[in-house]
């Protein structure tokens, strides 16, 4: 953030003008110092699955002293390859790579990944 300090002089009518405030980017949304957010973890890191099986993520939203919401928004790149619901509970649906994101909900820029491999289930033998 930056301090602008904005001073006028008027001379003959004997004005002063000061006005100070700050300026910069962002809001609560997009600035890790208004939301408290440093980083999201999500574990695992990554996960190979069969197409129907399923894996419960975690993550951890870390933060400074200002920090007062830790909840994450649970998406997916590739919902043709794996789905996840909002308890970070995934499910292979088709055999690809998908990257699994918990973002924070305090600071939506400001997210965490793993990545999921499907593969299809072996074989069965037949004899």
Request: include cysteine; proline fraction near 6%; charge should be neutral.
């Amino acid at each position: 953030m930056r301090s602008v300090v904005r001073v006028t002089t008027v001379l003959g009518a004997m004005a002063l003008v000061i006005s100070s405030g700050i300026t910069g980017c962002g809001d609560a949304n997009n600035n890790p110092l208004a939301s408290g957010v440093d980083s999201v973890t999500v574990l695992p890191p990554t996960v190979e699955l069969n197409i129907g099986d399923t894996v419960h993520f975690s993550a951890a939203v870390h933060g400074g002293p200002g920090l007062t919401n830790s909840a994450v928004t649970w998406s997916s790149s590739n919902s043709t390859v794996a789905i996840v619901d909002q308890s970070g509970v995934a499910k292979a649906v088709a055999r690809g790579t998908a990257s699994i994101r918990a973002a924070s909900q305090a600071n939506a820029a400001i997210s965490g990944t793993t990545v999921v491999t499907v593969d299809p289930p072996p074989p069965v033998a037949r004899f």
